[in-house]
């Protein structure tokens, strides 16, 4: 289970999910790259979860926040950990197979409720550069043709099952 399955499953869900929503709100505040989608504004900033320490304690709590300038596009991308150069700079991060889509009004993908699933695209870029691999991202999330898949269940092996979305 992570973080955003722990909040949508959570007894005090909307006092939490507040909390959760004030968290992107100031995250989002400061951002690493801007990035354009067709006549659209899109923020990308490296956020960190550990504030919700009392709810679940996780290895990792760096994650990638893509939203959009009106926030009617928010998606979160886990990241694992990173790999680092000869002198152990933290460079390539290494994201997740799986991101949640908080909610999403791109033409070819409507989304209202968090929504785990595959990636689409395979992040392979630098920090430096990872701003290619959002955009990358966003078209495939928006191209009618790349099929998705939501990851539904308890996160358990044996209980995780996948739904096609499109």
């Known amino acids: 289970m992570d973080l955003i399955r722990r909040i949508i499953l959570s007894p005090e869900n909307e006092m939490i999910n ?6 992107l709100r100031k995250s989002g505040q400061t951002s690493l790259f801007e990035i354009q989608h067709k006549n659209r504004v899109f923020f990308i900033s490296i956020i960190n979860s ?13 994650w ?13 991308c886990k990241i694992i950990n990173y790999s680092g150069n000869l002198i152990d700079e933290k460079r390539y991060p290494n994201i997740s197979a799986s991101i949640w889509i908080l909610k999403s009004d791109l033409i070819n993908l409507k989304i209202h409720n968090p929504t785990l699933i595959y990636s689409p695209n395979s992040f392979e870029n630098s920090l430096e550069k ?28 044996n209980e995780t099952k996948i739904k096609r979305i499109r």
């Open 18 to 23: 507040d909390r959760f929503k004030e968290w």
């Open 64 to 76: 990638f926040y893509l939203h959009s300038e009106d926030n009617h596009f928010q998606c979160l």
């Open 130 to 157: 990872i701003d290619k691999d959002f955009s990358e991202l966003l078209k495939k999330l928006d191209n009618e043709k790349v099929k998705l898949s939501e990851l539904t269940g308890k996160n358990k092996i």
């Open 50 to 62: 550990s504030k919700f320490n009392d709810l679940i304690l996780e290895d990792s709590t760096e």
